[in-house]
């Protein structure tokens, strides 16, 4: 039996990708929406691995994209369960920079993610069991 302290430490999420030029927009910087794209992505697996439930997004809230990100450089999304409710939590996704051939790393892009639990007939259904 797991609490949620230990589920929520099992199932942080980290992904790294590097940045090409074909998610690059005209100022060669990855393209918004590919960043929220991947950082949804990062955020339904860290609640899935969370809730081992069919998790579907419901919202994101105020991502600040604080630095570009150049092609060529690598990123590590890291995603955390921060927030529970009865049917639903609250993923944070951060996306670090780092350049490819230096120890440079800096924290480029915040955002959270709300999902909700669904049930087959997909309407909600507790986020965790009651024994966790």
């Known amino acids: 039996m797991n609490t949620i302290e230990e589920l929520i430490e099992k199932s ?7 940045v090409f030029p074909n998610t690059t927009n005209h100022y060669e910087t990855l393209f918004g929406g590919t960043a929220l794209q991947l950082m949804d992505e990062a955020s339904f697996i860290c609640a899935t691995r969370f ?16 630095k570009p990100i150049p092609g060529g450089t690598i990123i590590e999304l890291i995603a955390k369960v921060e927030l529970v409710g009865r049917t639903s939590c609250t993923v944070k996704v951060d996306i670090y920079k780092e ?7 800096e924290l480029a892009v915040t955002g959270s993610f709300k999902f909700v639990a669904i049930g087959n007939d997909k309407k909600p259904i507790p986020i965790v069991d009651a024994q966790s």
């Not at 942080?12 to 590097?18: G, Q, V």
């Not at 579907?56 to 994209?65: A, L, M, N």
């Open 12 to 18: 942080e999420t980290r992904i790294f990708k590097a």
């Open 51 to 66: 809730s081992r439930k069919k998790v579907v997004t419901i919202s994101s809230d105020k991502v600040d994209f604080e």
């Open 99 to 105: 350049d490819m051939y230096s120890f440079n790393r």
